[in-house]
């Protein structure tokens, strides 16, 4: 199975205000040691003006504006590249660490309004989400990539580098069955909120189930949900997790 690691680095959080600043990209047939190909660029555009990366965004990436600005391309180019290699390739998914409500959406937002040859093997190629997708043991208690790759034996070499996050994202996949990840990944899921009582309150046990079962307080990717615990979940997850809550979840969308 041939996979194409993927991860951005923003200037945010929200895709319709915020900008790609870097994008790496690794093709790596599971089980070989050696990538095929490994790849990471700093993405600029001149209209975004002199003070595009906001301080907080420098202060967690290290990103700071002469990288993009010295060594910078278009995001269009980088686009069309891995849109060429899923097809030429004949990649079999996309593996990204919270893929499905961040990285995939944000990208797609930012290169659907080029051309069909820039995005559209992209938008087609099943996408592996090891935040979701993959059934960890409950002794893995945060879903955050640096956490689940200490809990599996290994540190990320440098965190919110897309490059090093991605070759991170990749051998985490393969620590387990990628062809039952994927299965996984295949499978219909939406947007649940747990039934807490109270749900901004300390003391509220039902706050601490939700958290512990992967539940994130108001945020999935750039969606928010105000005063909710939200998880994606995928249909035949359902009936476990609220066994596992103790409550019931609502659905609030795909």
């Not at 945010?12 to 047939?29: F, H, P, Q």
């Not at 965004?57 to 990103?63: D, K, P, R």
């Amino acid at each position: 199975m041939l996979m194409l690691g993927i991860d951005l680095e923003t200037s945010g959080i929200d895709k319709k205000t915020s900008n790609i600043l870097e994008i790496a990209y690794v093709l790596k047939r599971v089980g070989e040691k050696r990538p095929w190909l490994t790849r990471a660029e700093f993405i600029y555009d001149p209209s975004w003006g002199d003070n595009f990366i906001p301080k907080e965004a420098s202060l967690v990436n290290g990103i700071h504006p002469d990288h993009c600005k010295r060594f910078g391309v278009p995001l269009s180019s980088v686009a069309r590249e891995i849109n060429g290699l899923i097809k030429s390739h004949r990649v079999d998914c996309i593996v990204a660490h919270n893929g499905r409500d961040f990285d995939l959406p944000f990208l797609m937002h930012h290169i659907g309004g080029l051309s069909t040859d820039h995005w559209d093997h992209i938008k087609a190629c099943p996408l592996l989400d090891t935040m979701r997708d993959i059934e960890y043991p409950k002794s893995c208690k945060s879903r955050s990539l640096a956490y689940l790759c200490a809990d599996h034996g290994f540190l990320i070499g440098n965190a919110h580098s897309a490059l090093y996050d991605t070759l991170a994202t990749l051998r985490l996949a393969e620590c387990y069955d990628v062809e039952a990840a994927l299965a996984n990944a295949r499978e219909p899921s939406s947007v649940y909120k747990a039934n807490t009582k109270n749900p901004w309150d300390d003391n509220n046990v039902s706050k601490d189930r939700a958290k512990a079962c992967g539940f994130s307080w108001e945020n999935l990717g750039d969606r928010k949900f105000p005063k909710a615990w939200v998880r994606r979940l995928r249909d035949n997850q359902v009936e476990g997790v609220v066994a596992e809550l103790g409550f019931g979840v609502t659905k609030l969308s795909e």
